[in-house]
């Protein structure tokens, strides 16, 4: 505290009339400029100076009484500020004791906002009672009694990041010095909420409970205990270095939390964006904090019968038993345990993550993670920290799932055969996903490889999926039989090179199919023929058949072959090859032979897409 | 004073020298951009495209100026 | 010299315009289709929040929260999300715009041409950053 340009003027009538003005005062960082006490009834006695109706002017004008007894070394100072608040300050020294008391009764909580710990923040509303007394005797004793009530608060920042309304709560602490400070308190929040940005705390109620020391170079709580309501209750113990600013210590540990009412209000506020706001979490969870010397030294986390799913069913795990850990420099063991889930809807079997978590690398064991009747095979999972970006990488395998059960799941028209498949490695970086080899996938009796597969802004808007794709050896039966297109015979090679995905629908590709090379049974249905011609955009093949082909059910070809180059929106088609006005997808053999040949080398993705479907909706084709 | 000068015509070239290398910048295609912005805005804003904001939908639409 | 220097930049800079202004800008990709949309969707609820003054748009083509204080406590982590939903999308949309065009490094060119139109085109009442960073009225 110092005050400059102090004057005072005493004009000794009958009463007396007091004046004191100080240019400028500064307690705590905060300065007032031309305070000035007015006391017209004053009264100067030898052992008396009393200031019975005084006007405090400090930019508002304070009705204020105050009594000085210099002998008795007392001091009593009373504010009005408003008719039913008051502000009473008492002082009294004598033989080395000190008593001070403040009471406040109806304060307003406006008058709190220059002396509150966050600047940004300003009461607007609210009325605090507060009692507080200290008694120092000598160096090395004393005595503290706190209490603080407010009601009705409400603040504020300026953008309303920071607010709370409607605010009830009280604080209550009490010190004995004996050499050092002993001290406990109290905090309960009865009323009111909270939005600080990002979170948000609904009405309801909270209680900190507190114990420990104070010394001029340490902070200590001995125990202290936070009871949220709906959450459950946390302990926490810690020193708080005064010289360093700094956490010596601190020790917080919580048992069965209820992960349902603590994951949306502490943990998903912190992931606006991403896979993690779209959770919900439910079970109990045991936790341990620790910090050392203010930074994180351990955590530890222990769930039972946890529950997550994702708020739009792309995933969710059941039967979740957890213990999570993590140490500074140091590996820690982690074992997750789940009894099953669905990943879309195929559903999942039971497994279990056995997990090694450093400081900047986390590895898995080799887990196997049961899908319908097969699984898939993970391992080598590996994740490093570089440059602030965690770098993924794994390796699996698909071992075989029943076509038939599959097709069953995901509600696809019922296939044959198994799918398996082989996965080299995958890199995952910065919302990156790179697939180095090939993706390998046996289906339709023929294989599917999967090459240069990447895939960028994977979990955010805008997911790009690249990749060149070959099959193998399709059998064209199985094909066509599973789609009901219409009866065909024979093997399939179709590849696509330079597809670009965009939220898994195609926007480029440069696709071919053509039948494999080799020897094996070449047919074709009638109604197959149709399809094809509808695909090909229709058009005068259609006219040849119905002439004297109609009589036969089944053609022989000798090879068949379609292009599709996909952009914007538009495939560019080809055949076998060009013929005069047209191009030839399907070329004749056998007896009888049956030759397609397309005319429209434009058709819409969009269009085209249409007419497979209804072509393998089994309807009749759309022929113009 | 003669020194200061030619300092001074020194920094003058280093800075023309400067904004020849930020003619780079002009292959970006400012004027196409702004077309690009005010369809997309128009169409994200649910704005008339070109046309004063005629008794807009929602309260809040318009090209107020 | 001074003069020369600029007269050859003006005709560069002139040269260079007349060889671009052909081209329009490639937007009609899947991806900025899909952004586009999911934005007109979302502005339906921001509109109001516009309006009100809780939300302001940026100097830098992003929005913000700018005077919550009309909005009900419970409500303004929705308005927080949806922001943040909003500048995650409009980051997309400034990037997908770059990269159709085959020049991704003009992702923050887009961006500074964006936040110029989106404050011009902005509705009177609403609140803008200055190019100083200050909100004002418009």
Redesign the interface.
Known sequence: MSLHGIAARLILSTPATLDITIAQATLQGRTWRKLALHCPDARIERDLIECRRGVLDVGEKLPLTFQYRPGMHSLSLTLFPASDERWQAQLIAQDGNLVTTLEVENGTAVRLNPWLPEPSVHFSQGVFDLTAKLALEGAARGKLDVSLALRNGAFSDAAGARAGEKLAGDISLHGVRAGAWRWNGAANWRAGEVFWQPFYFAQGERQLSAQGSWSDDQAVVDQAQLTWAGVGTVQLNGAWNRAAGRIDHLLVTAKSLALDALYPIFLKPLAQDGVLSKLALSGLADGAITLKQGALDEASITIHQGQLKQEENLFSLTGIDASLAWQKNQSRENRIQVASGELGKLPLGAFSVRALLGPDHISLAPLTIPILDGALAVEGVDARLENETWRWALSAALQPISMRRLSQALQLPAMHGTLSAVIPQVQYAGQSLTVNGALLFKIFDGTIVVKDLTASDVLGPTPHVYGNIDMRNLDLDLLTRTFSFGVMQGRLDVSVAGLELFGWRPVKFDAKVASSPGDYPRKISQRAVENITSLGGGGGAAAIQRSFLRFFDQFGYDRIGLTCRLERGVCEMGGIEDVPSGYLIVKGGGIPALSVIGYNRRVGWDELLARIQRATQGGKPIVQ | MQNRLVGWIGT?VAG?TL??CV?I???????????????????????KPGAK?AT?P???????? | M?QR??LF?VA??AF??AA??A???E?NTPA?AAL?SA??TR??KL??Y??SGAVGLTRDGNVALHDASSIPLAERQSVNGLVADENRDRAA?YRE?ARANA?PE?AA??RT??A???I???????WVQNPSGAWVK?
Request: charged residues 20%; hydrophobic residues 50%.
């Open positions: 003058g023309l904004a020849g003619t910048n002009i292959y970006f295609p400012a004027a196409e951009a702004e077309k690009a912005a005010d369809k997309i805005i128009d169409q994200v804003w649910q704005l904001p807009p929602a309260q809040t639409k318009g090209e107020a100026k | 001074k220097v600029s930049l560069m800079l260079a315009s671009l202004a081209a329009d800008l937007i900025i586009q934005m007109q502005h339906n509109a109001a516009y309006a949309l715009i020049h003009w060119e887009v041409t964006f110029q139109r989106w011009d085109k902005a509705a009177s009442g609403w418009k």
